[in-house]
């Protein structure tokens, strides 16, 4: 897709992982939308725990910390910031208590995963609790960013310049990302992140593509890529707009 002002294209993509091009911004705005994906975006988190009954040999707060670290989706814009939903969890051993028999007193929130494992419990062993789990963001504390892997860096541009030496030895000439190779966009792990696969005998040219940058996006499965990228785009325009009213005289 395009606007007037920049160019987007994804590269490759699915529910959770996507690697996308945009063209046309300032490395100043590119560290913006990250920092706005990892910081910015809300989720709902486990923040409180109250333990009804544990006999498992692990203390109250290494449970809650477990717990609170389980991704947990819901419907974007159906829960304002702050806003709290009631979670249990009552599982009696022999048995592995996984995050998929968290219950939720709300139908819209899930747990992500339904095999994130919680705690191992033996014969006689019992793990009863209730918890809160709070929508916030990032900035507030890491277990509640969407992205866990947020990324980018700049389009490289591969041009051939000659031939190589004859009698030189060809060396790995190792590049990550991706580049571009008459308007062509070739992700470098398809011929092993080594120039020297793809241009076997050449001298090359390679430059960053000035204003373009490849980002690598990884969501904790509460969202996805699309819905993570722009709530943080929107929450860029939502601070310019308040900037640009506090400046008005």
């Known amino acids: 897709?395009?606007?007037?002002?920049?160019?987007?294209?994804?590269?490759?993509?699915?529910?959770?992982?996507?690697?996308?091009?945009?063209?046309?911004?300032?490395?100043?705005?590119?560290?913006?939308?990250?920092?706005?994906?990892v910081a910015d975006v809300p989720t709902l988190s486990i923040d409180t725990v109250r333990v009804i009954e544990n006999s498992s040999v692990m203390f109250d707060e290494q449970i809650g910390h477990r717990l609170g670290m389980v991704p947990l989706s819901a419907p974007p814009d159906e829960f304002e910031v702050g806003e709290s939903v009631t979670l249990a969890l009552d599982v009696s051993g022999p048995e592995t208590a996984y995050s998929g028999d968290l219950?939720?007193?709300d139908s819209m929130v899930e747990p992500a995963e339904q095999n994130v494992p919680i705690i191992d419990l033996k014969e006689?062993?019992?793990?009863?609790?209730?918890?809160?789990?709070?929508?916030?963001?990032?900035?507030?504390?890491?277990?509640?960013?969407?992205?866990?892997?947020?990324?980018?860096?700049h389009?490289?541009?591969v041009?051939?310049?000659g031939d190589a030496d004859e009698f030189?030895?060809?060396?790995?000439?190792?590049?990550?990302g991706v580049i571009e190779d008459d308007?062509?966009?070739?992700?470098?792990?398809?011929?092993?992140?080594?120039?020297?696969?793809?241009?076997?005998?050449?001298?090359?040219?390679?430059?960053d593509v000035p204003n373009a940058f490849v980002f690598h996006v990884e969501t904790d499965g509460s969202m996805s890529v699309e819905e993570l990228v722009l709530a943080a785009v929107d929450?860029?325009?939502?601070?310019?707009?308040?900037?640009?009213?506090?400046?008005?005289?």
């Open 1 to 37: 897709m395009s606007t007037t002002d920049y160019e987007v294209e994804f590269i490759d993509v699915d529910e959770r992982e996507a690697r996308f091009l945009v063209r046309g911004i300032t490395p100043a705005f590119a560290n913006g939308i990250r920092r706005a994906m």
């Open 103 to 105: 219950q939720s007193a």
């Open 124 to 153: 006689d062993q019992r793990l009863e609790v209730e918890a809160e789990a709070v929508l916030d963001s990032g900035k507030t504390h890491a277990k509640h960013q969407g992205g866990v892997a947020v990324g980018y860096r």
């Open 155 to 157: 389009l490289q541009h």
């Open 159 to 161: 041009e051939v310049a």
């Open 168 to 176: 030189a030895d060809e060396e790995p000439n190792i590049l990550r």
């Open 183 to 207: 308007g062509e966009l070739v992700p470098t792990e398809e011929f092993g992140s080594d120039l020297t696969n793809r241009y076997p005998g050449k001298e090359l040219d390679v430059t």
């Open 235 to 249: 929450s860029l325009g939502d601070r310019a707009n308040e900037l640009r009213e506090a400046v008005q005289l």
